[in-house]
């Protein structure tokens, strides 16, 4: 078996002499910055454990314990953990700590977006980012193909093998290194790509920006199409005019969207974007318009660069202020699946992808 060259610490851990864990062939040490969803509840080790394992010449990564109760939380504790960890940089990703038994009753898919909902706000912050499990949740609460294809994955599994493949495997809670006073987390990275990967990070020196696909609309009102709109660079609509055709397309991926007639049903979906084509160029039936639903499909080659991104969208009724935002058709954590309420027409729409 490979021979332990990291360990992970917490506030648990106090005192530590990181020369001695260093000569004890110790070669990277990822550190717990916080928890949840406050930057209040930032570790009170952290500090000094990063200050003192970077003069001893240890690369470091971090890690941040969840507790998350849906996607909106997870984007919650992605902020506060880029708020304690300002500054530092890192040769390690910035995992996200899943394994709070209060979580799983989520399911598998939500508790996957919520670990893709963290990382990638964590690189959007400049860190690269991972996932840390145990072999339970990798089975049976996460996806871990599709994690895996798009973070680096930290298993932990206390036995004499890792059962699956990863960058990183805890394999043991009761290590005893030289420099630590009792027991601590002793872990065998296998991939050293995660550290030419995750080069040390200065989230002050942004990172050139990644360009994100753009979302056109246009919609009927008043008897005529109005002007197209990309982006929020305005809205689609005339206000006090009801709505009753929509079109919409992107300049990469795909979109699908449909409209429900007030006092009505739900049209069929379409995908084209041509105001002479009434079967698939729009949504719509020159009647009033109450709701709409729009649905993103990200590109492969987009998803390494972006990650999964999604419709966001908002209406707004006859003379009245924009409903909240809704994400594709998703309908946990608040969101309806759609934008609007039926029996009410609607004069705005607003679409980006995010």
């Known amino acids: 078996m490979s021979k332990v060259n990291c360990i992970d610490i917490s506030t648990f851990q106090k005192n530590i002499d990181f020369k001695k864990v260093k000569s004890a062939g110790i070669k990277a040490v990822i550190i717990r910055a916080g928890y949840g969803r406050e930057s209040s509840q930032k570790d009170n080790e952290f500090e000094t454990h990063y200050k003192n394992a970077k003069a001893a010449g240890l690369k470091v990564g971090a890690y941040w314990y969840s507790y998350a109760d849906g996607v909106a939380d997870a984007k919650k504790e992605a902020s506060a953990c880029l708020e304690c960890i300002k500054g530092k940089k890192f040769d390690l ?7 709070d038994g209060s ?3 989520l399911g598998k898919s939500t508790l996957t977006s ?3 909902t963290f990382c990638e706000e964590i690189k959007k912050g400049g860190y690269n980012s991972g996932v840390y499990a145990n072999l339970n949740w990798f089975n049976n609460y996460l996806d871990y193909n599709a994690l895996k294809k798009l973070y680096s994955v930290w298993l932990a599994q206390y036995n004499a093998t ?5 960058d990183i495997w805890q394999n043991s809670s009761t290590g005893k290194i030289s ?3 009792g027991s601590v987390d002793t872990n065998i990275i296998y991939n050293e790509k995660i550290f030419d990967e995750s080069k040390p990070s200065n989230p002050s020196v942004p990172s050139p920006a990644i360009s994100k696909p753009d979302v056109f609309y246009k919609v009927k009102a008043d008897g005529k199409w109005l002007p197209e709109v990309k982006n929020l660079n305005d809205f689609a609509g005339i206000a006090s005019k009801t709505i009753t055709d929509i079109a919409v397309k992107v300049s990469k991926g795909s979109v699908k969207y449909r409209v429900h007639i007030n006092g009505g049903g739900w049209l069929p979906y379409v995908t084209g974007y041509n105001e002479k084509d009434p079967v698939n160029g729009y949504a719509g039936n020159v009647k009033a318009i109450d709701a709409v639903e729009i649905y993103y499909s990200t ?8 990650g999964y991104l999604k419709a966001k969208y908002r209406v707004s009724p006859l003379n009245g202020e924009y409903y909240s935002y809704q994400y594709d058709n998703e309908k946990l954590n608040g ?6 309420t039926f029996g009410k027409s609607i004069d705005k729409l607003q679409i980006i992808l995010e």
């Open 93 to 99: 990703p910035v995992y996200y700590d899943l394994e």
């Open 103 to 105: 979580m799983t009753s």
């Open 114 to 116: 919520i670990a893709k």
């Open 162 to 166: 890792n059962d699956k493949d990863c």
């Open 179 to 181: 420099g630590v006073n």
């Open 299 to 306: 590109p492969s080659d987009l998803v390494k660069s972006t």
């Open 335 to 340: 969101q309806d699946g759609y934008a609007g």
